[in-house]
Nanobody, 122 residues
């Protein structure tokens, strides 16, 4: 079974940067909508960024201008570059893939990873 494996989380101070990686194996944005979402304990899932099958990207308003989603075509690794991090970005971050943007937004993922923790201190 194809897995998604995230890495790159950690603890940083406010204003710092992290780059999350997701080894996506056979998944590419040309065939699946790929993205990152986050969920903190007791809070609802929040979509952070998506890479759509036409190559376009979309971001939550809370991260626009600070986060960038991309995929390395050679390795199929999905990235989330996070800059100017804020304490409110603290959460568990997950990568996920879905067959369509609608399914992705509904949380109907084909696969999702186990998550990587991001903690931002003030």
């Amino acid at each position: 079974q194809v897995q998604l494996v995230e890495s790159g989380g950690g603890s940083v101070q406010s204003g710092g940067s992290l780059r999350l990686s997701c080894a996506a194996s056979e998944y590419t944005y040309t065939n699946y909508v790929m993205g990152w979402f986050r969920q903190a304990p007791g809070r609802e899932r929040e979509g952070v960024a998506t890479l759509n099958t036409d190559g376009s990207t979309s971001y939550a308003d809370s991260v626009k201008g600070r986060f960038t989603i991309s995929q390395d075509n050679a390795t199929n690794t999905l990235y989330l570059q996070m800059n100017s991090l804020k304490p409110e970005d603290t959460s568990m971050y997950y990568c996920a893939v879905a067959r369509s943007l609608l399914l992705y937004k509904l949380g109907a993922y084909d696969r999702r990873g186990q998550g990587t923790q991001v903690t931002v201190s003030s």
